[in-house]
């Protein structure tokens, strides 16, 4: 029997119904190595500190437990904090989910490429990929890391075909540009794996989390986009993508 190892998991949520098709227990897990400023979980970048220790067993417990809900499209989502932080603690048990039927996302950032991550990526079903920023001086600017890998890994999963599920929020003057929209729109058209482009609106929905933590919320004077400024966003890459969402 193939070695497990635990997670460090900062929580769980039943019946998700927005990280990836249908029903789905989303599991976020502790650690990021981005620092986006808009970050609605800010009690999950720490590496190596918070959440709780979660057996492999467990969590497939719970996704066994749950899988009468899934239906044909649901499944378990692993979310974030930045997943692949724990890629090869990952692996083990994305093959016993596997085993069991059932349908496997993860929501990544795409900035982490090693062998543990490449063949996390070959075990899911689905890949949610947020690109943060298509322009690399606003994306630093953004989470304070360069887009380069974010790219690559895009081109990586192009390559095996995996399914992607593009997510881009959208956050009043600092991603609403719309040449950036036009860049992203021209860059990704022709990959042929992407499932569908989601635009996220901007939300502030996690400031009270930095309130409790004693960290100042750097978009304090940021507001959260209009619908009109959504659809105007959309209609940019609904010139480049067929099946374009949005909360």
């Given at each position: 029997m193939e070695e497990t190892f635990?997670?460090?998991?900062?929580?769980?949520?039943?019946m998700g119904t927005f990280d990836g098709p249908g029903l789905r227990l989303?599991?976020?897990?502790?650690?990021?190595?981005?620092?986006?400023?808009?970050?609605?979980?800010?009690?999950?970048?720490?590496?190596?500190s918070g959440g709780k220790m979660v057996s492999a067993e467990e969590i497939l417990r719970r996704a066994v437990s749950e899988k009468p809900f899934f239906?044909?499209?649901?499944?378990?989502?692993?979310?974030?904090?930045?997943?692949?932080?724990?890629?090869?603690?990952?692996?083990?048990?994305?093959?016993?989910?596997?085993?069991?039927?059932?349908?496997?996302?993860i929501d990544t950032n795409g900035?982490?490429?090693?062998?543990?991550v490449r063949?996390?990526?070959?075990?899911v079903d689905?890949?949610?990929?947020?690109?943060?920023?298509?322009?690399?001086?606003?994306?630093?600017?953004?989470?304070?890391?360069?887009?380069a890998q974010v790219l690559k890994t895009a081109e990586y999963l192009a390559s095996i075909h995996k399914p992607v599920r593009l997510r881009y929020v959208l956050v009043p003057?600092?991603?609403?540009?719309?040449?950036?929209?036009?860049?992203?729109?021209?860059?990704?058209?022709?990959y042929e794996n992407i499932d569908r482009v989601e635009v996220l609106p901007y939300h502030t929905y996690g400031k009270h989390k930095y309130e409790s933590m004693g960290a100042t919320?750097?978009?304090?004077?940021?507001?959260?986009?209009?619908?009109?400024?959504?659809?105007a966003a959309k209609a940019i890459l609904s010139k480049y993508f067929k099946n374009v969402w949005s909360q």
């Open positions: 635990p997670l460090r998991v900062h929580s769980f949520e039943s989303v599991v976020f897990l502790q650690g990021c190595n981005f620092g986006c400023l808009y970050c609605a979980n800010p009690d999950t970048i720490p590496i190596g239906g044909k499209r649901g499944g378990i989502t692993f979310s974030g904090g930045e997943p692949t932080v724990q890629a090869k603690e990952l692996i083990p048990l994305c093959r016993m989910l596997r085993e069991n039927g059932i349908h496997i996302c900035s982490i490429a090693n062998d543990h063949e996390l990526f070959s075990l689905m890949v949610l990929l947020d690109c943060k920023e298509f322009n690399p001086t606003r994306h630093k600017t953004i989470t304070q890391r360069d887009n003057g600092y991603t609403d540009f719309a040449e950036d929209l036009e860049a992203l729109g021209t860059h990704f058209s022709q919320y750097q978009l304090e004077a940021v507001r959260e986009p209009s619908h009109e400024e959504v659809e």
